[in-house]
């Protein structure tokens, strides 16, 4: 199985500055044939369910803010905030689609204002 | 716009059953492959089940293998969860989500539903 693990577990940014959340495979989720990696991040507002905000790695889904961005290849990954707003309070999780059974999640990422 | 209505949770004795139901509207629901992921309470995210679109085949998490059952109906638009010997760690909300394959994203999930197992 592929474990994903994110860092950190949580952290405090202030308004209108950077965040920033990793995320690393334990194995490769790049199919280096078609150059995409399996990788998502969603984010999950409390009493919310988990919102799909970035596929293939770095593919902002539609009505997405562009203050959201991924990067990154193979095992590495990171989500970033460029300006936090008050709204983007949540949880952050990753997410590999690519060796499955099973699909896995990282542990998830607090942010906090 | 996309739907997914997640229903049947509830409080249940350990060792118990129940069932859990999710009607999709808004897009072909016999087009996509349907999964049922679950969160106990404070936790993170956990994949239990997959079905894919024509319910040819069904994948399972390790916690849930021999325990549970993925089925769909296309003809109502409806995926279930058949789910027994429940143990007080299967306690969360269970959301059932929907993805184009095996191999794509999470795209929508529904709001979940809220299974409670103890005595």
């Known amino acids: 199985d592929i474990v994903m693990t994110q860092s950190p577990d949580s952290l405090a940014v202030s308004l209108g500055e950077r965040a920033t959340i990793n995320c690393k495979s334990s194995?490769?989720?790049?199919?280096?044939?078609?150059?995409?990696?399996?990788l998502a991040w969603y984010q999950q507002k409390p009493g919310h369910p988990p919102k799909l905000l970035i596929s293939?790695?770095?593919t902002r889904e539609s009505g997405v803010p562009d203050r959201f961005s991924g990067s990154g290849s193979a095992t590495d990954f990171t989500l970033t905030i460029s300006s936090l707003q008050a709204e983007d309070v949540a949880i952050y999780y990753c997410h590999q689609y690519y060796v499955t059974p099973p699909w896995t999640f990282g542990q998830g990422t607090k942010v906090e204002i | 716009q996309v739907q997914l209505v997640e229903s049947g949770g509830g409080v249940v004795l350990p060792g118990g059953s129940l069932r859990l139901s999710c009607v999709a509207s808004g897009f072909t629901f016999r087009s996509y492959g349907m999964h049922w992921v679950r969160q106990a309470p404070g936790r993170g995210l956990e994949w239990g089940a997959f079905i894919r679109h024509d319910g040819s085949s069904q994948y399972y998490a390790d916690s849930v293998q021999g325990r549970f059952t993925i089925s769909r109906d296309n003809s109502k638009n409806t995926v279930y969860l058949d789910m027994k010997t429940l143990r007080p760690d299967d306690t969360a909300v269970y959301y059932c989500v929907r993805s184009w394959g095996g191999q794509s994203p999470f795209d929508n999930w529904g709001q979940g539903t809220l299974v409670t197992v103890s005595s």
């Open positions: 194995q490769s989720v790049l199919d280096t044939s078609k150059n995409k990696n399996y």
């Open positions: 293939w790695a770095s």
